[in-house]
């Protein structure tokens, strides 16, 4: 039974493209027939507009748009008509979790997004969506009357006791933790005097935290945790900063101009909306932050929106004991994934190989340390030297494998429509956002394997790629025991001369064109056979 206090309207998640869409519609599907999502009214996928992405204030007001679209329509209420859209808003709460990236930096997991990423937990099909939402649903109402839009992120575990705040203050109210201001330097910065925020820093360095008075006495800083609350006069103050209102056909959208300037320059949350915010914000401090960071937005859109939103209130509640885990990188699974399971378990783990989704069979094994292994079928010895990341893999040979070396496999189809394996080998801290492959640099792994950079590109493509994500460099493989055929590419140097001829001329594929061409159907369907085994006949 769900409590009356969170009973919410709509529980949204955001996503960045249609394939991207179509794969958490189908898992959030899953939880609502398990009775996983009951506290919720109706569940949705929003997509960004045309495959672009427009930023993380684009994606909550097109999620806002789609729900009021409805809501009015449902109400018979003309969107043009006085008091409408207000009087909608509310009775309305709404949770809106952010999930729309293109996991570059996760991609053995891009094709799932990061919110659907297995993680350790007691539930067999526990996944970092399933890990954050009690979170969010213990956290208190708004106001009453005043309706509630909560909007947070779904690429962190944060593990903190939502009873220990209140968001029931006017306009926007900001969830905080104290960090060092090292840390604070890469998140916002709220400099506050104790509920009431008088200036929100984006990613401030730890001279300009001290400037700004944003360092407490004992050498901490306020960071932002990514979880805001609305209510009705924040979201109508801010459907007028950023001009939204009926169009054409009576749907809201944004006016021509601003329509133009988010999708080409997108909109962030944080930076083109939080900085304008706090009590003792100057036009000054909003045009300085934004600029420093990385708004492209004109001096005069961003005036304009100064002038609507600066007096909006903005409150601070600091969570006490704030524990975050992140799981954005490749390194992070395996160090999060460890203090996870220590948290859960209240000691640090025997074993530091996370093994989720897998099964070990007869004549199986599996050596290692600090690593992470999930959706394997074991069938023989597995030696792992540290820091290794194994997904989606058929261990039928002995499989060594050297420190940092990852290996992931993922069903799909290639360019002619037919299935195979994708097969990606990289190292641990390759980022796929810049240029280094298998722990060197990729020009130099692509110069010592006898090619160019133009061989990384599609033969309709007049550029070379600009990253790791974007280049040509991952062979498919007919079944899954073809993986050994490649594991030489982990060490270029030792290569044989056949081996670079096979690499010159196997069918290849970037990463980034792995996550739209994976299916997604048999990207989830290995993970719950090999939960659940078939039972034995006789």
Known sequence: ????????????????????????????????????????????????????????????????????????????????????????????????????????????????????????????????????????????????????????????????????????????????????????????????????????????????????????????????????????????????????????????????????????????????????????????????????????????????????????PLHLQIVPHCTFLHFGTTRQLVSSGLSLREHDQGAPPVATVMVMNSRIRPGGTLTGENSWVEACDIEAPLELAGCNVVTGITVSQKLSLPPGACVDLAPGRNRNGLPVFFLRCYHIDDTFKDSTFCGRPLPDWVHAIGASPADLRSPDETEDPRSLWEARLFPTVPDPAGIHDWLWMFDIGQATPEQKAAWRAADRYSAAEVALRTNQAAFHARRRIIRKPPCATH
């Open 1 to 312: 039974m769900v409590v009356a206090s969170n009973r919410w309207d709509y529980l949204i998640v955001t996503a960045s493209n249609e394939a991207q869409g179509s794969a958490y519609e189908s898992q959030l599907a899953f939880r609502q027939r398990a009775g996983l999502l009951d506290a919720f009214g109706q569940v949705m996928v929003v997509t960004d507009l045309d495959g672009r992405r427009i930023g993380s204030g684009g994606s909550t007001f097109l999620c806002l748009m789609r729900v009021l679209d409805r809501e009015l329509t449902a109400r018979s209420l003309d969107p043009r008509s006085p008091g409408a859209i207000e009087q909608t808003l509310r009775q309305l709460r709404i949770m809106i979790i952010h999930a729309g990236g293109d996991s570059r930096r996760l991609p053995a997991y891009s094709p799932c997004g990061k919110i659907f990423i297995p993680v350790p937990g007691k539930e067999e099909t526990s996944t970092l969506f399933d890990r954050i939402l009690p979170t969010y649903l213990a956290l208190p109402p708004g106001r009453a009357g005043t309706g509630q839009i909560l909007v947070t992120s779904g690429d962190v575990l944060l593990l903190f006791d939502p009873s220990s705040v209140r968001l029931d203050l006017p306009g926007v109210v900001a969830l905080g933790a104290a960090d060092s201001p090292e840390q604070a330097a890469k998140h916002g910065v709220f400099v506050a005097r104790q509920t009431e925020v008088i200036r929100y820093l984006q990613k401030p360095t730890p001279a300009e935290q001290a400037t700004t008075g944003a360092i407490s006495p004992q050498g901490q800083s306020i960071l932002d945790i990514g979880v805001m609350s609305f209510d009705t006069e924040a979201v109508l103050r801010l459907l007028e900063a950023f001009e939204i209102g009926p169009g054409d056909h009576g749907q809201l959208d944004w006016s021509a101009t601003t329509h133009v300037r988010i999708m080409t320059l997108g909109l962030d949350l944080y930076r083109e909306v939080c900085c304008t915010l706090g009590s003792e914000t100057t036009r000054a401090h909003y045009l300085d932050g934004a600029r420093a960071s990385g708004s492209k937005w004109d001096e005069a859109a961003l005036d304009q929106t100064f002038d609507v939103l600066h007096a909006l």
